[in-house]
């Protein structure tokens, strides 16, 4: 086909075996799509194709996309708004025709099986890393091959200052939970990969555990924290066999390092940390230098 169909927000190019989703840069548009940039939708990651009236003299022409095939969908669990679907395509009235034409072409490549089986890898590619993005108990990266959680002295509660900053190979672990920031009690999980037969055990709460940082007011924004889940979900599926890799810790600023031992000392004067752990703690801080 190699045509663009351009609508609000995104513009959408039809290709033999694709559609090319490339989203605009405006103010208006949704940050979400502003980080995703483009995405490459494969026909076979298509389940359906539909066009329907939209709001205020508008068309709205949306793929389904195939269960399994796309990890940024996968993680946000339908947990996206209407007008951050990345696969709604939403255009003035008066090209409806022209949309139409190009749903039906679409659903013709589709064929009649129109690919309802759940797809057995991803067919969407997740954003790239390194990814990062600040919680409200501390800070997410994601490098490509380990996650690691740093947390704020501000923000963090004692159970996570106790355990210390956190590093998660991608081998180690099984998946990824996202509860959106828009709701109640954000948050990021990791998700431990389960031994053979094992039941795992039930997650405490997301500010108690270490696997999870916690979202907040402007803190873990769905265009930061839902890329970041799609794409350590993305690389989780296709890992290797899970040998742990040895990543070196980095060294610390000794400002950092200082600002830590002073703040561990004040929750050591509240009775939050033992005379044991202050000192455990402390050691392992000062070795970091």
């Not at 008066?94 to 190009?102: F, H, I």
């Not at 749903?103 to 991803?122: I, N």
């Not at 899970?242 to 390092?257: F, G, K, Q, S």
Request: glycine share 8%.
């Amino acid at each position: 086909m190699g045509d663009v169909l351009a609508g609000f927000h995104a513009a959408w190019e039809f290709e033999s075996d694709s559609v090319l989703i490339r989203y605009e840069r405006g103010i208006r548009t949704p940050k979400l799509f502003q980080a995703l940039g483009e995405r490459r939708v494969p026909v076979e990651a298509i389940a359906g194709v539909t066009l329907t009236p939209g709001r205020r003299g508008t068309v709205v022409l949306r793929v389904q996309p195939r269960e399994g095939a796309d990890p940024l969908i996968e993680a946000s669990a339908g947990q996206l708004k209407e007008s951050c679907d990345p696969y709604r395509l939403v255009l003035p009235a008066e090209r409806e025709t022209l949309a139409e034409y190009y749903a039906d072409e679409l659903t013709g490549m589709l064929g009649a099986a129109a690919h309802s089986e759940p797809a057995d890898r991803y067919l969407v590619a997740a954003p790239e890393a390194p990814l990062h993005f600040k919680a409200y108990d501390g800070k997410a990266s994601f490098d490509g091959k380990a996650v690691s959680f740093r947390w704020s002295w501000t923000g963090a509660s004692s159970a996570k200052w106790k355990a210390g900053d956190q590093l998660f190979p991608v081998a180690d672990l099984g998946g990824v939970e996202w509860r959106s920031p828009e709701a109640l009690e954000g948050y990021l999980r990791l998700r431990p990969r389960d031994a053979a037969g094992a039941t795992a055990p039930a997650a405490p709460q997301a500010d108690q555990d270490p696997a999870s940082v916690v979202f907040g007011l402007g803190y873990g924004p769905v265009h930061e924290s839902l890329p970041f889940a799609a794409a350590v979900l993305a690389a989780v599926r296709d890992r290797g066999p899970a040998t742990p890799v040895p990543v070196p810790a980095p060294r610390r600023d000794p400002a950092d390092i200082a600002e830590r031992i002073r703040h561990l000392g004040e929750l050591h004067q509240q009775g939050l940390v033992t005379d044991e752990e202050f000192s455990s703690k402390k050691a392992q801080l000062l070795a970091e230098l």
